[in-house]
């Protein structure tokens, strides 16, 4: 089975800073999906990737398929950012692995 | 369009009472989850299919059904709802598997008392 590690677990920034968040995993993948999660709202698909780097707006993710890592930038912090962001791998048999998530916190 | 529907938003049952959590989506993708979502813990994959008429066991499956009878509808069915599935539960579905992008109701809250 994937192990999955995010990191920070929780981050309080200034608005405006820029943001970065980790996440590792143990076994070759054939994807790795960014989710955002407001507070008491629905899960969100930011990106999916399998190779290179992808950009949305103020987000930019990452990933290095030989290291086994990602990662998930945003530009220009704003307070809407607070959330958590939450890290899944997929691939094989065992299906999609989560992270445990990051909480952020954009503070004005 | 709608997407994926999850209902309902809320629900409070008495242990040993049985009840059915409905998902469909309208986005004609073949492969549908559930997730079981607690404090601390990355979403559990409870059940899984990957099209009409499939359906398979995820990571933590026990006390929990699943039918597949078509490509829009995957209702979870608690059979004895015990206080160890107070949970948030979230139904999600993908074109054709981990290599498309996620599509996630926007859960239900479960409490078992």
């Known amino acids: 089975k994937n192990e999955v590690e995010q990191s920070p677990q929780n981050l309080t920034a200034q608005e405006g800073e820029f943001i970065t968040i980790n996440c590792s995993y143990s076994?070759?993948?054939?994807?790795l999906h960014w989710l955002q999660q407001h507070p008491g709202g629905g899960i969100v698909s930011l990106f999916m990737?399998?190779?290179g780097k992808k950009k949305h707006g103020r987000l930019i993710a990452t990933i290095n398929i030989q290291e086994k890592h990602s990662s998930l930038h945003i530009t220009a912090s704003h307070p809407r950012d607070s959330a958590v962001y939450i890290c899944?791998?997929?691939?094989?048999?065992?299906?999609?692995?989560f992270g445990k998530g990051t909480h952020l916190i954009i503070q004005p | 369009n709608a997407g994926v529907t999850q209902t309902p938003k809320f629900q409070v049952l008495k242990t040993g009472q049985s009840m059915t959590l409905q998902c469909a989506q309208d986005?004609?993708?073949?492969?549908m989850s559930w997730y079981r979502q607690d404090p601390g813990m990355g979403l559990r994959l409870i059940h899984y299919?990957?099209?009409?008429?499939?359906?398979d066991q995820g990571e933590v499956p026990n006390g929990y059904n699943v039918s597949r009878s078509t490509t829009e509808d995957f209702p979870l069915r608690l059979l004895s709802a015990a206080p160890s599935q107070t949970s948030v539960y979230f139904c999600?579905?993908?074109?054709?598997?981990?290599?498309?992008?996620?599509?996630f109701g926007n859960g239900t809250r479960l409490t078992v008392t």
């Open positions: 999600a579905s993908t074109r054709t598997g981990y290599n498309s992008p996620l599509h």
């Open positions: 990737l399998s190779s």
């Open positions: 076994v070759g993948i054939s994807a």
């Open positions: 899944a791998v997929g691939g094989g048999a065992d299906g999609l692995t």
């Open positions: 986005m004609n993708h073949e492969y």
């Open positions: 299919s990957v099209g009409a008429g499939i359906t």
